[in-house]
């Protein structure tokens, strides 16, 4: 729990009154490696905060065509597919557990009667979308001006030991590069 506390302290520090209203509309529960969180084409009512382990979001261009990792998210952070979430609409993205995970769950309808209720919760989720988007911002320029060898580096210094926790083809997948060719950056990563 010190994960998600620690969360919201660098967020924006609730009240101990409205951290136990957060708790008291949160579940925590378990899921295994390979379990879905939220499945494409279903319509997502959560938003799932990551205590442990290591989740992917994930789409696909056409029914037939492969999965391609839209992000790996860790420990401490956020995992979900919000716009399903928030618009009650067929999931885009999915969510996938890369390991075994412990994830807190809210209901998003019951996030939103919380901020009407509390201008403090109300800051607490405004500064939380913030945060987020500034998270997809970064991965975003990282996307468009950095080559997949510094990319792997920056996944590599968030999720310390991703190469032993999760598959070398969703690693891959998230860098927008093929498992030969990632092979081949951490054979010259090795050599250096």
């Known amino acids: 729990m010190e994960v998600l506390i620690n969360f919201v302290k660098e967020i924006y520090p609730l009240s101990n009154e409205g951290f136990q209203k957060l708790l008291s509309i949160s ?3 378990s899921y295994k490696a390979g379990d879905h969180l939220c499945e494409l084409g279903s319509v997502n009512d959560r938003i799932f905060f ?9 789409m696909k261009e056409t029914p037939e065509s ?16 919000l716009k399903s979430a928030i ?17 807190v769950e ?3 309808e019951d996030l939103s009667r919380l901020r009407q209720e509390s201008q403090e919760f109300s800051e607490f989720m405004y500064r939380t979308l913030e945060v987020e988007y500034t998270k997809l911002e970064e991965s975003l320029i990282d996307l468009l001006s950095k080559n997949a060898t510094e990319r792997y580096l920056v996944l590599r210094e968030k999720i310390k030991d991703i190469d032993q926790l ?5 690693i891959a997948s998230h860098l ?5 060719q990632l092979s081949r950056i951490r054979k010259k990563l090795l050599n250096k």
């Open 176 to 180: 927008g590069i093929t498992p030969i």
């Open 66 to 81: 492969s999965e391609i990792n839209k992000s790996i998210c860790f420990t401490g952070n956020l995992a979900t597919s």
């Open 27 to 29: 579940e925590i529960v």
């Open 87 to 103: 618009n009650k609409s067929p999931a885009n993205i999915a969510c996938q557990c890369l390991t075994d995970c412990l994830i």
């Open 50 to 58: 990551i205590l442990n382990g290591v989740t992917r979001t994930y």
């Open 166 to 170: 999760i598959p070398q083809y969703h």
């Open 106 to 108: 809210t209901k998003e």
